[in-house]
C-alpha cells in the first residue's frame, strides 16, 4: 500500500479566503460568527451565523457560465479547490489526467427560494398551494435547476475544470461526510487507483430551507456573536449555522517526492465506526471510542503519542458530553481543540474546515486555540490558547448523534 501524504490545501470558511486570511484570524482571536443581515430582514428569530465574508464565485469560477449551474455551496467547493491546486503548485506539475481524481463530502443542497419564486406564484391559488396548477407551474422553473442542487455537482465542476479522469465521488452523511471522503480518497490512493486527489467537502447549514428547517432550535444565544459557539464550554447552548469548503490535496508519496512537492502531512490511519441508537435515545460514544482505537491501531501510533485532537465540538450540552467522555477514555488528557468555536458549524464541510485549520496551525508548530471555552466540561484540557504540541500527531474527529463516528489519524511533515 502506497503512504498517501497531503500537499495543499485551500479553505474558504466564515473566518476568510485562503489560509492566510483564516490563520490571520485565528491568531488573533477573531471569531467568524456574525449578525446576518438577511435573517434581521426577515425578522427571524436567530440572527446569528458563519457567513463566509465578501464570497463573489465570479471571481473565482472558470469559464464564468458554469455559475448558472452552481449553487453556492459548489461555488464554495470550486474556489477551495482553486486555492488548493494552486497551494499544490500543480500547473507547474505534470500529471495524467487518467490517474487525477476527485471525491467530495456533500450536504444535501437546498433550493435557494428566488429559483423556486415563480413556481409558487404560479402555482399560488388566493394564497395556498393549489396542485391543480402544477403542471403550469412547473414551467417557471429553471431547466437545468436539477443540475444546480444535485450534490455530486461539486466534485462535477471541480473534476471536469481540472480534466480529472480518474476516479469521482460524493459522499453524502451529514457532519462526518468530510473524513469520509478524505479517507475515501486516501484508500483510492493507497489502493493504486489514483496517485493525485483532490478532496474535502463543501456545505451550508445557512440556505433559506436548512434555517427554517432547524430555527435555531439547538441555539439561543443571539446577542453576543462572538461568544455564541461555546464548545466544551460549560455554559454552551447550541451550535451556529454556518457555510463553508476546504479541499485537500492528497498525494502517493512517491508522486510528490518525484515532484519536489512540499509535504504539509501524512495520512496515517483512520476508523470509521456506527452505533445503534434508538429512537429518542443518545449515543453512549462508544462508536467515537471504537474509532479511536481503529484509527490509532492502523497508524502505530499510542495514545500517549497524539500531540492533539481536533474536536467535533459542536457547543451542544449532549453531543459534547458525549464526546468529552470518549477523548478522555481514550486519549487521557490529551490536549483538545475545537475550530467550531470560530467558524460555527457548516454540516458536511465542517470537519475538512477544521483538519485544514489544525494543518495551518501544525506549519506553526502550534495547536490552534479554541474561543469561549471559559470552564471547560468535565476537566476536558481544551486548548483555550494556541499551545506547542508534544508531537506533530493529531487526531481528526466528527460524529452524529444517530451515532456514527469517524477518527482521521494525521501525521507530519
Not at 465574508?53 to 467547493?77: H, I, N, W
Not at 500531540?307 to 490536549?335: M, P, R, Y
Not at 466540561?377 to 508531537?391: I, R
Request: charged letters at 20%; one cysteine or more.
Amino acid at each position: 500500500m502506497q503512504e498517501v501524504v497531503i500537499t495543499g490545501m485551500g479553505i474558504v470558511c466564515p473566518l476568510g479566503i485562503g489560509s492566510e486570511a483564516v490563520w490571520s484570524a485565528i491568531e488573533n482571536r477573531e471569531s467568524g460568527i456574525r449578525t446576518v443581515p438577511r435573517l434581521v430582514e426577515a425578522g427571524f428569530p436567530i440572527t446569528i451565523g458563519g457567513e463566509v465574508p465578501d464570497f463573489d464565485g465570479k471571481q473565482y469560477v472558470k469559464p464564468r457560465k458554469s455559475l448558472k449551474v452552481m449553487c453556492r455551496e459548489t461555488q464554495l467547493a470550486f474556489t477551495a479547490a482553486e486555492l488548493a491546486w494552486a497551494d499544490a503548485k500543480l500547473d507547474e506539475a505534470k500529471i495524467d489526467s487518467e490517474r487525477l481524481g476527485v471525491v467530495l463530502g456533500s450536504s444535501v443542497f437546498r433550493s435557494e427560494l428566488p429559483d423556486l419564486t415563480a413556481l409558487y406564484q404560479e402555482a399560488s391559488n388566493n394564497g395556498k398551494f393549489d396542485f391543480t396548477r402544477w403542471d403550469s407551474a412547473i414551467k417557471q422553473l429553471y431547466p437545468l435547476w436539477m443540475l444546480k442542487y444535485l450534490p455530486n455537482m461539486a466534485s462535477c465542476h471541480v473534476g471536469i475544470a481540472k480534466d480529472a479522469r480518474g476516479p469521482n465521488n460524493t459522499i453524502v452523511e451529514g457532519d462526518v461526510s468530510s473524513l469520509l471522503a478524505i479517507i475515501e480518497a486516501a484508500d483510492t490512493i493507497a489502493r493504486g487507483h489514483a496517485d493525485v486527489m483532490l478532496t474535502g467537502a463543501t456545505g451550508s447549514l445557512l440556505a433559506w430551507v436548512d434555517v427554517c428547517w432547524h430555527g435555531g432550535a439547538r441555539m439561543t444565544r443571539n446577542d453576543n456573536p462572538d461568544a455564541a459557539s461555546r464548545p466544551f464550554d460549560s455554559a454552551r447552548d447550541g451550535f451556529v449555522m454556518s457555510e463553508g469548503s476546504a479541499v485537500l490535496v492528497l498525494e502517493s508519496l512517491a508522486h510528490a517526492e518525484q515532484r519536489g512537492a512540499k509535504i504539509l502531512g501524512r495520512i496515517l490511519g483512520y476508523g470509521r465506526r456506527a452505533e445503534a441508537v434508538p429512537r429518542g435515545k443518545l449515543p453512549t460514544g462508544q462508536s467515537i471510542r471504537q474509532s479511536i482505537r481503529a484509527a490509532l491501531e492502523m497508524g502505530h501510533v499510542s495514545p500517549d503519542e497524539v500531540g492533539h485532537v481536533n474536536a467535533h465540538g459542536l457547543s451542544t450540552i449532549e453531543d459534547d458530553a458525549i464526546e468529552a467522555e470518549a477523548i478522555q477514555a481514550e486519549l487521557k488528557d490529551v490536549s483538545v481543540t475545537a475550530p467550531k468555536s470560530f467558524v460555527g458549524n457548516s454540516g458536511a464541510s465542517g470537519g475538512a474546515i477544521e483538519l485544514a485549520i489544525s494543518l495551518l496551525g501544525l506549519q506553526k508548530n502550534l495547536i490552534p486555540p479554541t474561543l469561549n471555552c471559559d470552564d471547560p466540561t468535565a476537566g476536558l484540557n481544551v486548548a483555550c490558547s494556541a499551545q506547542l504540541p508534544k508531537s506533530a500527531t493529531m487526531l481528526a474527529l466528527n460524529h452524529k448523534l444517530t451515532g456514527q463516528a469517524v477518527s482521521l489519524l494525521v501525521g507530519g511533515a
